[in-house]
């Protein structure tokens, strides 16, 4: 199976231009996933921490998005601090979270667990526990927010 048998692409690249961003949003993918918001924003922006700069990137990023009926997965990395409230625990610009609608975050609790927490709009917020048992995660709690 090639790259084109799926039914998304990933960029993870940071020598991608916004017009080569805007060509892939117009190929016949499903899903485009970016890995990571933070390489491509530190290529296109002076500073991922400035909100008005992250709105002239993110704003025509998703219209083109909308527009090619494309869904989008940015994933971008957590605060130094680990802060457990998703909203506060990207890094970068806060404008960022107002943007997307769905947060989620991973953390590794040690002992070969996992914790995924959830903050939507349009979800029904969660925390999911997993733990690594022979070679797989299995879900051990489901909790609701």
């Known amino acids: 199976m090639t790259s084109n048998d799926l039914p998304f ?3 993870s690249t940071i020598s991608l231009g916004w017009e080569e961003l805007k060509g892939i949003l117009k190929e016949d993918y499903d899903v485009i996933i970016v890995d990571t918001l933070r390489g491509i924003l530190g290529l296109l922006l002076d500073d991922e921490k400035d909100a008005s700069s992250i709105s002239r990137f993110i704003v025509p990023l998703l219209d083109e998005t909308r527009k090619n009926e494309k869904t989008l997965i940015l994933l971008h990395h957590q605060t130094k601090s680990h802060q457990s409230h998703a909203l506060k625990a990207v890094a970068g610009s806060h404008a960022l979270p107002g943007f997307v609608d769905i947060i989620l975050t991973l953390e590794d609790i040690g002992g070969g667990k996992r914790k995924i927490s959830s903050f939507g709009r349009i979800i029904e917020n969660k925390i999911l526990l997993y733990e ?10 489901d909790k609701n927010l």
């Open 9 to 11: 692409y990933v960029i």
């Open 132 to 141: 690594l048992k022979e070679g797989r995660f299995e879900l051990v709690e």
